[in-house]
Structure formats: C-alpha cells, structure tokens
C-alpha cells in the first residue's frame, strides 16, 4: 500500500532551467509534507517543508506547492545547479489526529535527479 | 553543533548473529526514530522511540527486532539472528519534537553473508 507516490524515478534537465518533482499522496490525514536530497552511501538531507494549511513554501531556488484538493506536492529548484544532482524524497506526516501515526514519516520512492552542465 | 551520529557505518554479520546499530541523536533532540532502505526502494519507518519508551514500533518486524532509547546513551536498534533478507540501510532520525522536520545520520550498511 504505497500511501505516498513518486511516479517519474528520474528527472534530466539543463543547468540553470527549473527541475519540477512531483509527489502524489492517498492518506487525506497526512498534513505536513517534507522533501529530503539524498547522496548515494549518505543519510537523507532535509530540505523544505509545507504544513497543509499552507499552498507555497519558498526558500532560496527551492519551493514547494501543496494542492491538497489533488492530494499533490511538487518541488521546484529554479536554478538548477549540477550539484542538485541526488536522489530527492517526497515524505509525509499525519497530524495529531493521526493518532500513533503521528511523528512518524511515510517516504516516496525517490525521484533521481540528474542537472547537465 | 554536531548531526545525528550512527555507528557503525558498514556493519557485516554471518546469519544467525546478532546486529547492534547504535544512534546518538542531535544535540536537544529527545525524538528519535529508525528507518530501513532496501535496495531500490525508499525509506521505510520502523520505530520511533522518545528517552526510555517506545511510542510506535508498528513498522518493526515482530520477531528477532528490538529498540530501546535509554536514559542515558544512544538509541540501540538490536536485530537477532539476522537472515539475508536484513541487509539494507538502516537510518536514524531525531527531531527535537513531535511533528517537526526529521534530521538523519548517515547511516548503517549492513551486510548478511
């Protein structure tokens, strides 16, 4: 039961053009999404988050858009750099009326992103 | 002010020994939790443990895996008679409450031959 979806496991775009990753979910408790850049053989690094009660969260070349009626996020990097290049992770939480499930993290597949110079 | 620290980093075990991956959360974090990452695959969620309680194990296999987050120390992620089928990454996260962003070491690689 893949809650949290990650349908393009890869993504090749031209530096200095904007990366979009997407993310689909299915659990209409989650309300706090996350994305994370992983590196091979390195932990996962967080990079922006968005609470359901928000559209937009910007910070730097990264924004993320929430559309909670399509149960979608997406990431975009405006510019991409080549050292975006990494394994990017959409994850999401329930709210305190998730119960137990609160706190804990449900992950994407990743979507492997790779900027040419 | 130093990350989440995971030891060891490569870890390889025979089947049917024990694996120990010990956690030391962020500085101020008493939120930890542990993930597994097969190959090919996203992080899974395991277990998330607040000082001296479990509060979610509904990710843990039943058998042959423990947790525990002691007063004093690090969190231990044991696992009993490892099979094959236990090689994988394995994470630790702390955040320094519920609910907030997640901050991840780098990580135990462990091996089963």
């Known amino acids: 039961d893949q809650q949290v979806k990650q349908n393009s496991p890869s993504l090749s775009v031209q530096e200095g053009r904007i990366s979009i990753l997407n993310c689909d979910y299915t659990n209409s408790m989650f309300d706090y999404f996350l994305w994370y850049k992983k590196y091979p053989a390195e932990g996962p690094t967080f990079l922006i988050s968005i609470s359901s009660i928000k559209d937009k969260n910007e910070d730097g070349r990264f924004t993320v858009f929430l559309n909670k009626s399509a149960k979608h996020l997406s990431l975009h990097i405006v510019p991409s750099q080549p050292g975006d290049s990494a394994v990017y992770f959409c994850?999401?939480?329930?709210?305190?009326?998730?119960?137990?499930?609160?706190?804990?993290?449900?992950f994407g597949q990743g979507t492997i992103l790779t900027v040419h110079p | 002010n130093a990350g989440v620290m995971q030891n060891p980093r490569h870890l390889v075990r025979r089947r049917g020994q024990e694996a120990r991956l010990r956690c030391s959360p962020m500085k101020g974090h008493s939120h930890v939790y542990w993930y597994r990452q097969l190959p090919e695959e996203g992080l899974k969620f395991m277990v998330y443990l607040q000082k001296e309680n479990i509060i979610d194990e509904s990710g843990m296999p039943k058998e042959r895996f423990s947790a525990e987050f002691p007063k004093e120390g690090p969190s231990i992620l044991r696992i009993q008679q490892v099979v094959r089928g236990d090689s994988a990454a394995y994470f630790c996260a702390s955040s320094p409450d519920r609910g907030y962003e997640q901050y991840f070491g780098p990580g135990t690689r462990l091996t089963v031959t």
């Open positions: 994850a999401a939480s329930a709210g305190l009326t998730g119960g137990t499930s609160y706190g804990k993290l449900t």
